[in-house]
Nanobody, 115 residues
Framework: QVQLVESGGGSVQAGGSLRLSCVAS????????MRWYRQAPGKEREQVAT???????NYLSSVKGRFTISRDNAKNTAFLQMNSLKPEDSGVYSC?????????WGHGTQVTVYS
């Protein structure tokens, strides 16, 4: 199994930036896709960004041009660089790893953007 630990959340003023990290441990060799999700209070969880083992990326339309997902395979870490943050970006951000058979989730990190 894969264990995921997120970090980097916090409180930031609108227009600011945060960089989230998701460190994977355990049976990491089969991971081919990593995704970031977020969930705000009272709202459904939504997929924010995806990166494949080949480096292909995909983004939620509302974060395109502001967020960048990346991964460092040597460090078993995925990142989410978030710029020009807006209050509507607030929520708990979680990462997910997929190896084609199993899915693993982290516990999440809180992001709060205040105006």
């Amino acid at each position: 199994q894969v264990q995921l630990v997120e970090s980097g959340g916090g409180s930031v003023q609108a227009g600011g930036s945060l960089r989230l990290s998701c460190v994977a441990s355990g049976s990491i060799f089969g991971i081919n896709v990593m995704r970031w999700y977020r969930q705000a209070p009272g709202k459904e969880r939504e997929q924010v960004a995806t990166i494949t083992s080949g480096g292909s990326t995909n983004y939620l339309s509302s974060v395109k041009g502001r967020f960048t997902i990346s991964r460092d395979n040597a460090k078993n870490t995925a990142f989410l660089q978030m710029n020009s943050l807006k209050p509507e970006d607030s929520g708990v951000y979680s990462c997910k790893a997929e190896d084609g058979i199993f899915v693993s989730w982290g516990h999440g990190t809180q992001v709060t953007v205040y105006s």
